[in-house]
């Protein structure tokens, strides 16, 4: 069956700290992965995608990047933490049927 | 570009029939999502529609016009746990899959 992981589960950063958050994809080939982060009480935001690996679709200019190392592995990335990157990051991966399939994400508070 | 819009909050009773609107601009999409998301969650799949007309999945269904640019998803005989946000997106052409989503429902069941 297919699974995705995605951790931590919560973390709390100071600012300028660095940042990497990871999520693997397991039971799939090649699948298309995503990085989505969620303000409190706001929609998804897309932050980056990827269709293969080395292959990256930067969707806002930020503070974070995103790397793709393996087929089945999808990093987010940040050198120095900004108190706006608080908030719940969600990695998913798209479905032969064309939906996503989310991590349980990752609750970033940056103090 | 898209831009997706859906009321910020609904309250129904418990027991009752809800229907959450989705109105959306856009140049062109595979298909339509509606995501459930509850408090402090990663987003569960709900339904999908490609063409247009009625899916109905037990007590959810949801409906696409493409021509009209609406959707809504219908919660039928609502329990205390379907309070939670209800997410509309839109899986743009040739844009490796990415979804599009709207800010997001808060429906509040009541008893």
Not at chain 2, 20 to 44: D, R
Request: glycine fraction near 10%; include cysteine; charge should be neutral.
């Amino acid at each position: 069956s297919q699974t995705i992981h995605q951790w931590p589960a919560t973390l709390v950063q100071p600012v300028g700290s660095p940042l990497s958050l990871e999520c693997t994809v397991e039971g799939t080939s090649n699948p298309n992965l995503y990085w989505y982060r969620q303000a409190a009480g706001r929609g998804l935001q897309l932050l980056f995608y990827s269709v293969g690996i080395g292959q990256i679709s930067s969707e806002v200019p930020q503070n974070l990047s995103a790397s793709r190392p393996q087929d089945r592995q999808f990093i987010l990335s940040s050198k120095k933490l900004l108190l706006s990157d608080s908030g719940f990051y969600l990695c998913a991966w798209s479905t032969t049927a064309g939906g996503y399939t989310f991590g349980s994400g990752t609750r970033l508070t940056v103090v | 570009g898209q831009n997706i819009d859906q009321p910020t909050e609904m309250t129904a009773t418990e027991g009752a029939i809800v229907q959450i609107n989705c109105t959306y601009q856009t140049s062109g999409f595979n298909g339509l999502f509606w995501y459930q998301q509850h408090a402090g969650e990663a987003p569960t799949f709900l339904s999908y529609n490609v063409l247009d007309g009625l899916e109905e999945k037990g007590r959810f269904s949801s409906f696409l016009s493409r021509s009209k640019g609406y959707s809504y998803l219908l919660l039928k005989e609502l329990q205390m746990k379907d309070s939670a946000s209800y997410l509309c997106a839109v899986s743009p052409y040739n844009q490796g899959g990415k979804l599009i989503f709207g800010q997001g429902t808060e429906l509040s069941v009541k008893p």
